[in-house]
């Protein structure tokens, strides 16, 4: 990849959640509720599988409403990039639950990027800048998914996690 001046575009982190077991150093917390991995989602709310054939899903209907849950990534190393940008696939086809997305760095406080995501009634691609996560000393970026449930009767369905960044010619 490249763009027209000359810089070069990589993948920092690509997870389409089809390989097997939850993703090596990602973890999952349980904010007063369930918060669930599954790789197939059938039985469910969206179609019988999710975008890229399994998908990681919020398993929000059978909850409270208001409780939450995260799934957060492994550490990413963002230090060669002088731009940067995280996509990734959502469905959640009723209701009000919704999804924020944050970022943060060594450990640090997390920060909200992108919008609050709520409501998507086909496999719709999201795409936020990371930009304030690149360059010199952000070499342990984590980004969390937080999903919040409404006590409704679909889950909010994550699918196809890409991190690109471009490098400086």
């Given at each position: 990849?490249?763009?027209?001046?000359?810089?070069?575009?990589?993948?920092?982190?690509?997870?389409?959640?089809?390989?097997?077991?939850?993703?090596?150093?990602?973890?999952?917390?349980?904010?007063?509720?369930?918060?669930?991995?599954?790789?197939?989602?059938?039985?469910?709310?969206?179609?019988?599988?999710?975008?890229?054939?399994?998908?990681?899903?919020?398993?929000?209907?059978?909850l409270?409403?208001?409780?939450?849950?995260?799934?957060?990534?492994?550490?990413?190393?963002?230090?060669?990039?002088?731009?940067?940008?995280?996509?990734?696939?959502?469905?959640?086809?009723?209701?009000t639950?919704?999804?924020?997305?944050?970022?943060?760095?060594?450990?640090?406080?997390?920060t909200?990027?992108?919008?609050?995501?709520?409501?998507?009634?086909?496999?719709?691609?999201?795409?936020?800048?990371?930009?304030?996560?690149?360059?010199t000393?952000?070499?342990?970026?984590?980004?969390?998914?937080?999903?919040?449930?409404?006590?409704?009767g679909?889950?909010?369905?994550?699918?196809?996690?890409?991190?690109?960044?471009?490098?400086?010619?």
């Amino acid at each position: 990849g490249g763009s027209a001046t000359g810089s070069s575009t990589s993948t920092a982190l690509s997870e389409n959640f089809n390989a097997g077991p939850f993703p090596a150093g990602w973890t999952r917390t349980n904010n007063d509720f369930q918060t669930s991995f599954e790789f197939v989602s059938s039985g469910n709310t969206w179609p019988p599988n999710g975008f890229t054939g399994y998908c990681s899903y919020f398993w929000t209907f059978v909850l409270g409403s208001g409780y939450s849950g995260d799934m957060i990534t492994s550490p990413i190393d963002m230090t060669t990039y002088t731009a940067s940008t995280l996509s990734f696939w959502i469905y959640n086809s009723t209701g009000t639950d919704t999804l924020q997305v944050y970022a943060n760095n060594n450990g640090g406080a997390y920060t909200q990027v992108g919008t609050t995501y709520a409501t998507y009634g086909s496999w719709t691609q999201i795409t936020i800048s990371l930009n304030a996560f690149v360059g010199t000393g952000f070499n342990a970026v984590r980004i969390k998914f937080t999903g919040k449930g409404d006590a409704g009767g679909s889950n909010i369905g994550i699918d196809h996690i890409l991190i690109t960044g471009d490098t400086a010619p």
